[in-house]
């Protein structure tokens, strides 16, 4: 079993959508859960980090997190044509220093 | 501020040779990861330095080095490379204290 399991899409949803992305890990002590976005050719881009259980928001993006279920999602609001990219999934497990563990990203198109 | 650099941006090289990759983070950052993006593995984590100790290491050969001078900045070795070193590799730093990492531009590097 993977670490951290993504849907690989692509994920289609029009222009206005609302975008949902999902990640589950299976290190139950996680406490760190990181979106970034990537765009073809580039780095990837931290969009947002949540710690606790429930939800973080950020103008159109909101992460979800569930411990208990280790489930963590990433909901773009009104989406854009320019949220098209793949959204990578990353969680810190419980060891010293700052590894991050990827799930393989989710490619997200928004159709105009 | 500005944002994490790497150098060198591209890279060409032949199996069996060596090759050195330098990162320098945001300034006030203190830590440095290293990571590799291949399109079969995704992001796999290769080593954090923190104050020029290297905190953490991934599930790399020891062909894959690295190294963390006082001013933070960092560089890894590869040696005696591989077709299958083939990829990009990026480097993030964070702030002491924080596990939000911020990327650099990555270094792409072939070996033929």
């Known amino acids: 079993q993977k670490e951290v399991e993504q849907n690989s899409g692509p994920l289609s949803v029009p222009e206005g959508a609302i975008a949902s992305l999902n990640c589950t890990y299976s290190?139950?002590?996680?406490?760190?859960f990181f979106w970034y976005r990537q765009y073809s050719g580039k780095s990837p881009e931290l969009i947002m980090s949540?710690?606790?259980?429930g939800d973080k928001e950020d103008g159109r993006f909101t992460a979800q997190l569930n411990k208990a279920s280790q489930y963590v999602s990433l909901l773009i609001r009104d989406s854009q044509p320019s949220d098209s990219a793949t959204y990578l999934c990353?969680?810190?497990?419980?060891?010293?220093?700052?590894?991050?563990?990827f799930g393989a990203g989710t490619i997200l198109r928004v159709k105009s | 501020k500005a944002g994490v650099t790497q150098t060198p941006r591209y890279l060409i090289k032949t199996r069996g040779q060596q090759v050195t990759l330098s990162c320098s983070p945001i300034?006030?950052?203190?830590?440095v990861s290293w990571y590799q993006q291949t399109p079969g593995q995704g992001l796999q984590f290769l080593f954090e330095?923190?104050?020029?100790?290297?905190?953490n290491k991934g599930n790399f050969p020891g062909r894959f080095s690295g190294r963390q001078f006082s001013n933070s900045r960092s560089e890894m070795n590869v040696s005696t490379l591989e077709l299958g070193d083939s990829a990009l590799y990026l480097c993030?730093?964070?702030?002491?204290?924080?596990?939000?990492?911020?990327f650099g531009p990555g270094t792409r590097l072939t070996v033929l």
């Open positions: 993030a730093s964070s702030l002491a204290g924080s596990d939000e990492q911020f």
């Open positions: 290190d139950r002590v996680s406490q760190s």
């Open positions: 949540i710690y606790s259980n």
């Open positions: 990353a969680v810190k497990p419980l060891e010293y220093g700052n590894k991050l563990v």
């Open positions: 300034s006030g950052h203190r830590s």
């Open positions: 330095y923190f104050s020029e100790t290297q905190r």
